[in-house]
């Protein structure tokens, strides 16, 4: 079986070839797989292509910036062309759970601002059922964060505080974040995220739902299959 990491980066060069074009806005994905998105749209730049790209997280924006990749504030552009962005979890329609990176916030703006969402990733992100692989990241206010957990709770999962280095993990825009065990999955994702969402405290959940136009997946075989919304 082929090393993962070569999967990622075959799945992320493919999409990066297939539709970043000379001209465009293109949004910068976080993640181990769309690391490579981000080095691909790099030599694009260096050849002569005039791209501005919009980070989603404050590590993807130094990543970018050290191979020459112009950032843009995305208040200064009306939108973006085409995001390329990797997933924790994908389902057979193309529903997501994405913020194991912890940029989950700048993430689903930047999504919501693009007209192409296309997410890279090996086979071993793609699930049946969200939520049975991948715990579901939900950024919360940290005050009352514990009292937010809570509410978390009663929708039927398991929320852990995220921690780095014995402390709180804090995201780029200074918030906590839980992550959301579900026993049995998520049966119903919308009805979860709007659930989710009334939450007094939640700032954004990671159900990333009819939000991707197109999966770009790397399998162990080598071969690279394109799964369309």
Same mark, same amino acid.
């Given at each position: 079986?082929?090393?993962?990491?070569? +999967?990622?980066?075959?799945?992320?060069?493919? &999409?990066?070839?297939?539709?970043? #074009?000379?001209?465009?806005?293109?949004?910068? %994905?976080?993640?181990?797989? &769309?690391?490579?998105?981000?080095?691909?749209?790099? #030599? +694009?730049?260096?050849?002569?292509?005039?791209?501005?790209?919009?980070?989603?997280?404050?590590?993807?924006?130094?990543? &970018?910036?050290?191979?020459?990749?112009?950032?843009?504030?995305?208040?200064?552009?009306?939108?973006?062309?085409?995001?390329?962005?990797?997933?924790?979890?994908?389902?057979?329609? +193309?529903?997501?759970? $994405?913020?194991?990176? %912890?940029?989950?916030?700048?993430? $689903?703006?930047?999504?919501?601002?693009?007209?192409?969402?296309?997410?890279?990733?090996?086979?071993? $992100?793609?699930?049946?059922?969200?939520?049975?692989?991948?715990?579901?990241?939900?950024?919360?206010?940290?005050?009352?964060?514990?009292?937010?957990?809570?509410?978390?709770?009663?929708?039927?999962?398991?929320?852990?505080?995220?921690?780095?280095?014995? #402390?709180?993990?804090?995201?780029?825009? %200074?918030?906590?974040?839980?992550?959301?065990?579900?026993?049995?999955?998520?049966?119903?994702?919308?009805?979860?995220?709007? &659930?989710?969402?009334?939450?007094?405290?939640?700032?954004?959940?990671? +159900?990333?739902?009819?939000?991707?136009?197109?999966?770009?997946?790397?399998?162990?075989? %080598?071969?690279? #299959?394109?799964?369309?919304?």
């Amino acid at each position: 079986m082929p090393d993962l990491s070569n +999967l990622k980066k075959a799945a992320a060069e493919k &999409a990066v070839d297939s539709y970043v #074009e000379d001209g465009m806005t293109v949004g910068l %994905g976080t993640g181990s797989t &769309a690391y490579f998105a981000i080095l691909r749209v790099g #030599e +694009l730049v260096a050849q002569g292509y005039k791209l501005r790209c919009v980070a989603t997280s404050q590590q993807t924006e130094d990543i &970018a910036r050290q191979h020459g990749i112009e950032i843009a504030d995305i208040d200064g552009v009306d939108s973006i062309d085409v995001t390329i962005d990797g997933a924790d979890e994908i389902d057979p329609h +193309l529903n997501l759970i $994405k913020g194991l990176g %912890g940029a989950l916030l700048r993430e $689903k703006i930047v999504a919501a601002a693009t007209v192409a969402e296309v997410i890279v990733a090996d086979e071993t $992100k793609l699930v049946e059922k969200l939520g049975t692989k991948a715990p579901l990241p939900v950024e919360v206010c940290r005050f009352g964060h514990g009292k937010t957990s809570y509410g978390l709770a009663r929708n039927g999962c398991q929320p852990t505080l995220r921690m780095k280095d014995g #402390e709180p993990f804090v995201s780029d825009g %200074g918030n906590y974040i839980y992550d959301c065990r579900f026993p049995d999955g998520i049966e119903k994702p919308y009805f979860m995220q709007s &659930a989710i969402d009334t939450i007094p405290g939640v700032v954004e959940c990671g +159900l990333f739902l009819n939000c991707a136009v197109s999966a770009v997946i790397a399998h162990s075989d %080598g071969t690279i #299959e394109e799964r369309k919304a």
